[in-house]
Nanobody
């Protein structure tokens, strides 16, 4: 079974940038997505990218600030986050899109200070 491991989170000031990575233990022949869960809130969709990167999709709240990409040779999906806002604070997860329960990992914490 493929395992997904997220990394790249951290503490950043508002307006800053972070790049998240999601490494899969094997090739994922799927549309992949990033999701996030803020304290006290349900997990929500952030961005998705098709298998060969021809199409991407973003939540309205991150459009124009976040960019999803993937490198299939490295089994890795990225999320470049720019112009970060305090409301972006959350644990970020990657998964297939739509997500599969058995792929949820530990996520990576992103904290944006004002």
């Amino acid at each position: 079974q493929v395992q997904l491991v997220e990394s790249g989170g951290g503490l950043v000031q508002a307006g800053g940038s972070l790049r998240l990575s999601c490494v899969a233990s094997a090739r994922t022949y799927s549309t992949m997505g990033w999701f996030r869960q803020a304290p006290g809130k349900e997990r929500e969709f952030v961005a998705a990218i098709t298998l060969y990167g021809s199409r991407t999709n973003y939540a309205d709240s991150v459009k124009g600030r976040f960019t999803i990409s993937r490198d299939n040779a490295k089994n890795t999906v990225y999320l470049q986050m720019n112009s970060l806002k305090p409301e972006d604070t959350a644990v970020y997860y990657c998964n297939t899109n739509p997500p599969a329960n058995y792929y949820w990992g530990q996520g990576t914490q992103v904290t944006v200070s004002s």
